[in-house]
Nanobody
Framework: QVQLVESGGGLVQAGGSLRVSCAASGDTFSNIAMGWFRRAPGKEREFVARISRGGGVMDYADSVKGQFTISRDNAKKAVYLQMYSLKPEDTAVYYC?????????????????WGQGTQVTVSS
């Protein structure tokens, strides 16, 4: 069982930066892939980024490539999403997700455990 708790969301002006964090519980963190998803107002949840168990494989949605960076610290059982040059369209609830496998894809069904989400609001 893995429990996930996101933090670090908030209100930021367009062009600003923000880092959201996800703290995980359980003994399997270093063996599982992690992902970030988001749900913007009135839209479906969408994939943002994913990272393999050791951090060697990272992948991003085209909409955030070059703008966001995913990372993890297995010793701290944490995964991060560093966001730069934020735009109003990045406004969303950001969710951390954990898979049961060392590598996972971009689909929601690739992930078993989910956090409650953290709100990121970008003002224009």
């Amino acid at each position: 069982q893995v429990q996930l708790v996101e933090s670090g969301g908030g209100l930021v002006q367009a062009g600003g930066s923000l880092r959201v964090s996800c703290a995980a519980s359980g003994d399997t963190f270093s063996n599982i892939a992690m992902g970030w998803f988001r749900r913007a107002p009135g839209k479906e949840r969408e994939f943002v980024a994913r990272i393999s168990r050791g951090g060697g494989v990272m992948d991003y949605a085209d909409s955030v490539k070059g703008q966001f960076t995913i990372s993890r610290d297995n010793a701290k059982k944490a995964v991060y999403l560093q966001m730069y040059s934020l735009k109003p369209e990045d406004t969303a609830v950001y969710y951390c997700a954990a898979a049961r496998t060392p590598y996972a894809g971009r689909e929601s069904y690739d992930y078993t455990y989910w956090g409650q989400g953290t709100q990121v609001t970008v003002s224009s």
